[in-house]
T-cell receptor, first 117, second 110 residues
Framework: DTGVSQDPRHKITKRGQNVTFRCDPI?????LYWYRQTLGQGPEFLTY????????KSRLLSDRFSAERPKGSFSTLEIQRTEQGDSAMYLC???????????????FGEGSRLTVL | QKEVEQNSGPLSVPEGAIASLNCTYS??????FFWYRQYSGKSPELIMF????GDKEDGRFTAQLNKASQYVSLLIRDSQPSDSATYLC??????????FGSGTKLNVKP
């Protein structure tokens, strides 16, 4: 299967610990997005990359959050000093970025669910 | 003001009826518009997208776009219990970011 994969699917951690999530996008997709989703809400934009460049980071994102995409392939999202409010589903998505209106579809991974105790 | 607004529902329709889901957006720079379906505990999956004013039909689904009113809708004909899910409206701004609404929960009753 060549879809978007995320790891781990579930993570339970204690407050104050660091966690890291990994996302492997569809191989030919140059754009990669991270979203956070809590119960009853839509996905909230966190950040996105075009190839290895991080083009934008949400103003709402705490400095405890950092994301990388070192070689323009997989990406990691790290949360330092986790808080209970960080508990959410972290979704990764990829797309063929460009100026073609037909290339904008986001393909989502299954998500990484974080529970902070 | 949020970039994308949706009525959270739930919207309940009987099996076989037409379900109408609505969405408004704030950024006039939005180029393309998407409807995603999300089952509980699962990730969103694309139903269809639209970028020109008017209607676009795909099977039982019709997306409608009115850029002057900044309004997007999704009609589901012959609704089935399997259509019960949360429907997310998303907009693509300047070919870059995608903003999502909070979703409308649809219940199709047998």
């Amino acid at each position: 299967d060549t879809g978007v994969s995320q790891d781990p699917r579930h993570k339970i951690t204690k407050r104050g610990q660091n966690v890291t999530f990994r996302c492997d996008p569809i191989s030919e997709h140059n754009r990669l997005y991270w979203y956070r989703q809590t119960l009853g809400q839509g996905p909230e934009f966190l950040t996105y990359f075009q190839n290895e460049a991080q083009l934008e980071k949400s103003r709402l994102l705490s400095d405890r959050f950092s994301a990388e995409r070192p070689k323009g392939s997989f990406s990691t999202l790290e949360i330092q000093r986790t808080e209970q409010g960080d508990s959410a589903m972290y979704l990764c998505a990829s797309s063929l970025g460009g100026l073609d209106l037909n290339t904008g579809e986001l393909f989502f991974g299954e998500g990484s669910r974080l529970t902070v105790l | 003001q949020k970039e994308v607004e949706q009525n959270s529902g739930p919207l309940s329709v009987p099996e076989g009826a037409i379900a109408s889901l609505n969405c408004t957006y704030s950024d006039r720079g939005s180029q393309s518009f998407f409807w995603y379906r999300q089952y509980s505990g699962k990730s969103p999956e694309l139903i269809m997208f639209i970028y020109s004013n008017g209607d676009k039909e795909d099977g039982r689904f019709t997306a409608q776009l009115n850029k002057a009113s900044q309004y997007v809708s999704l009609l589901i004909r012959d609704s089935q219990p399997s259509d019960s899910a949360t429907y997310l409206c998303a907009v693509n701004v300047n070919f870059n970011k995608f903003y999502f609404g909070s979703g409308t929960k649809l219940n199709v009753k047998p």
